[in-house]
Nanobody
Framework: QVQLVESGGGSVQAGGSLRLSCALSGDTYAGYSMGWFRQAPGKEREGVAARRTDGNLNYADSVKGRFTLSRDGAKNTLYLQMNSLKPEDTGMYYC????????????????????WGQGTQVTVSS
């Protein structure tokens, strides 16, 4: 049973940084495409950043240059480093995974993913 556990959320002021972690258990990380999604109150879920099994990365335009994905294969963990945070980055952040390759144009499409974590809250105050 694959499980995803997110951590690292919190409250920061605008301009601050946070690093989110997503630990995958129940299988080997290497075979999974993984991504981060977020949902603000009253808004639809949106893709933030994702990584395919072949290392291809995709970022939402709103976070390019501020957010960075990285991973630690030994820990089966995907990280999202978030810098220069803005109030509009506020939301619940979810980690998602799919065992296999996702086509690039669907990397930020939540419907392409099978497994989801419980989420971690990020709040950015102005």
């Amino acid at each position: 049973q694959v499980q995803l556990v997110e951590s690292g959320g919190g409250s920061v002021q605008a301009g601050g940084s946070l690093r989110l972690s997503c630990a995958l258990s129940g299988d080997t990380y290497a075979g999974y495409s993984m991504g981060w999604f977020r949902q603000a109150p009253g808004k639809e879920r949106e893709g933030v950043a994702a990584r395919r099994t072949d290392g291809n990365l995709n970022y939402a335009d709103s976070v390019k240059g501020r957010f960075t994905l990285s991973r630690d294969g030994a820990k089966n963990t995907l990280y999202l480093q978030m810098n220069s945070l803005k109030p509009e980055d506020t939301g619940m952040y979810y980690c998602a995974a799919y065992r296999g390759l996702i086509v690039s144009w669907r990397l930020l499409d939540g419907s392409a993913y099978r497994y989801w974590g419980q989420g971690t809250q990020v709040t950015v105050s102005s």
